[in-house]
Structures are given as C-alpha cells and as structure tokens.
C-alpha cells in the first residue's frame, strides 16, 4: 500500500509541474468552451440549452489528450520497466495511475466547470448538476482511456491508435453523462436514472481496466 501511495504521489507531482499535461488539459477544456460560441453564434438559449453536452464533450476531449502521458513518461524514463518488474501487481499499479491521473487531470476539470459554465449561460443549478456528473463520470474516462493508454505505450503512433480506441468505448459515458444533466436541468426524465447508470459505468470501468491495462502492457512488455 506505502509502494502505491508513494506511486500516487509522484504521478501527481509530475502530471502538475510545467510540462507534465494536467494544465494542457484544463486549458483545452477552457478553449473548446470559449470556441463553441463563436460556431454556434450569439443565441443565449441555445447555448443555455446545449451547454451540458459542450461541457462534457470538452471534458471527454480534455480527458483523451492527456491520457496519451499515462504510461508514455514511465517508458520514456525506463521506470516502466522497474514497475513491471517489482512484486507489486501490475493490476493495482494500473489502478493507481489511474487514480492518480484522475486527481490530477480530471479533478481540474471539474474545477474549471463554473468558469465554463458562465461562458455557456448556464445557471447555478445547471452547473452544479454538470459538476456532479462530471466528478462521478470522468473516472470512468480514466479508466476506459487506460486500456487504450496500454496498448499505445509500445507502438509507433500509438496517440492515434489511444483516440480510436478510446472514443468509441467513451461514447457510453457521454451519452449518460449529458442525459443526466439535461434530466437534473430541465427533466422531463428521472435524473436518478441516468445517473445511476453513469455510476455503474465508473464502476465497471474501475473493475475492468486495471486488468486488460495489465494485460496489454504485459503483451506490450514481452
């Protein structure tokens, strides 16, 4: 448990020195906010209305890009290698990069959202129900994009195979994502359902992509 708090932490302090993607994360977020209007043009209403789902599509992008840094760092620095070789389980290892990607790179996001939220002229509530189905989606993001992140750290070009991998398997979570803001906002359906099942999306996601994270690095590895 000491090894992988201790993992936690330094993926942590990397991801937020300069360089190390967590704030490329937020500052694509904030951008793909600010340009949406400037497409969609100056309709208040309709940016009101759709302002969830740009959210969480930006969210959902932000997340992609700086998942590609996962297990690269690791293999650019050769530590890759040290951590598949010590007792520790690859599993749990994945589990906690991920963890740590998600307090680094994920939690920024949902911090972001109010700022976000005022750009799109959405209101308090509207916010708040984004923020919360955020905190409880976006693991989800990290530990799809995990399996993806796997299996791109030994191939050339592997960003691009990470994006082709990982969107459509994200598509779930976006989809729930959205609807249980709209539903938290302006109803008509249940907001308990929605969220409940983007709840149990994070959860599976929580049990499965450690394993076939570990798998494909292993693969990978050999």
Excluded: Y
């Excluded at 932490?9 to 490329?24: E, F, K, S, T, V």
């Amino acid at each position: 448990m000491t090894a992988l708090a201790a993992l936690i932490r330094r993926d942590i302090r990397i991801a937020l020195r300069a360089g190390g993607g967590a704030l490329i994360g937020v500052l694509f977020f904030v951008t793909v906010v600010v340009v949406m209007p400037f497409a969609l043009g100056p309709d208040l209403a309709l940016l009101k209305r759709i302002g969830p789902a740009i959210l969480w599509l930006g969210a959902m992008l932000a997340s992609l890009l700086t998942l590609d840094r996962l297990f690269t760092a690791d293999q650019d620095d050769g530590s890759l290698d040290v951590i598949a070789m010590s007792r520790t389980p690859m599993e749990l290892t994945c589990a906690a990069k991920a963890i740590a990607h998600w307090l680094a790179a994920g939690i920024p996001l949902i911090v972001a959202t109010p700022l976000a939220g005022i750009l799109l002229n959405l209101d308090a509530q509207a916010t708040f129900a984004v923020m919360l189905t955020l905190l409880v989606g976006t693991p989800a993001l990290t530990f799809i994009g995990m399996i993806g992140a796997g299996l791109a750290v030994t191939l050339r070009r592997g960003g691009l195979l990470l994006a082709v991998v990982v969107l459509p398997l994200s598509i779930p979570v976006l989809i729930f994502g959205v609807a249980a803001s709209n539903a938290a906002i302006s109803g008509p359906t249940p907001f308990g359902t929605p969220f409940s099942i983007l709840c149990a999306l994070s959860l599976v996601s929580f049990v499965i992509g450690p394993f076939a994270a570990a798998a494909s690095l292993r693969q990978g590895l050999d």
